[in-house]
């Protein structure tokens, strides 16, 4: 009996087992990762040392204004920014391995950040140090510390 569909009355066309390679200008070119934007509200978490009773201290303000600890000290950070930079003395900065010290934690958005790292770069401190001369600026014009 014969098909009547043509696919299977014609004969098949003989396959070459040879791999035929595409020529160069046709090849995909690579693909590239775009950058993805950064938040314009992105925070950057520096842990600054604080004694016994520096943490005490911001610890009881936080908590009198109804804060987180962060929060507290992310705000008296921005408050010491407002400062002249002149004004600010070079406290000594409290060491990572005596007892005595323990860390807090502020989230500065990105102005402060470059304000902070601008800061570093001028009197050649690390971070942590210019966050702590700040912070204990701050306390010490408010009151707070002695």
Known sequence: MKSLNPIFTEPRPHRSTEKIALPAHQTAPPKTKE???????KCRDIK???TPQMRAILIRRADHNKMKETRYCTKLLLRALTYP?????AYPYLEQNTDLTSFMHVKPTAVPYEIILEMRISLGISRREAVYRLIRYAMEK???FR
């Open 142 to 144: 408010e009151g707070m």
């Open 48 to 50: 600054f040392p604080v």
């Open 35 to 41: 950058k993805r934007a950064t938040r314009s509200d």
């Open 85 to 89: 930079k002149s004004e600010i003395p």
